[in-house]
C-alpha cells in the first residue's frame, strides 16, 4: 500500500512559519516530480510548487521568496518551509506525486497523479 502522509500543518499568527513534511511510504522504487499545492475554501487547487528527482524547483509567483520547497530521496519525504505566513495562504495543503513507481504483489507498477490527504494550515491576523 502506497501513501502519501503530510504533516506540520496547524494555526500560525501572520508573519510566522511553519514547516510542512510529506511522507511516502510502501515499496517504492522511485518517485518523479513531487509537490506541493492548496486549496482555500471555495477555491479551486493551485500549484505550490514542485521538485524534481534533480532537485530541480518551481514555485508559484504568490510565495516565491517565502517558501522553500526540499526533498530528501533516501527518506522519500518532500519538505515545504513556509516563512513570512500571511492570512491568504490558508489552506488545507496536498502533497502530490506526478508518478510513483512501486513494488507490489510480485510486480512493479506505476501511478500517476497521487495525492496525500491533505493537511490544514490556518494563519490568523
Known amino acids: 500500500q502506497v501513501q502519501l502522509v503530510e504533516s506540520g500543518g496547524g494555526l500560525v499568527q501572520a508573519g510566522g512559519s511553519l514547516r510542512l513534511s510529506c511522507a511516502a511510504s510502501g515499496s517504492i522504487f522511485s518517485i518523479n516530480t513531487m509537490g506541493w499545492y492548496r486549496q482555500a475554501p471555495g477555491k479551486q487547487r493551485e500549484l505550490v510548487a514542485t521538485?524534481?528527482?534533480?532537485?530541480?524547483?518551481n514555485y508559484a509567483d504568490s510565495v516565491k521568496g517565502r517558501f522553500t520547497i526540499s526533498r530528501d530521496n533516501a527518506k522519500i519525504t518532500v519538505y515545504l518551509q513556509m516563512n513570512s505566513l500571511k492570512p491568504e495562504d490558508t489552506a488545507v495543503y496536498y502533497c502530490n506525486a506526478d508518478r510513483i513507481t512501486y513494488y507490489s504483489n510480485s510486480r512493479y507498477r506505476t501511478e500517476y497523479d497521487f495525492w496525500g490527504q491533505g493537511t490544514q494550515v490556518t494563519v490568523s491576523s
Open positions: 521538485i524534481t528527482i534533480g532537485g530541480s524547483t
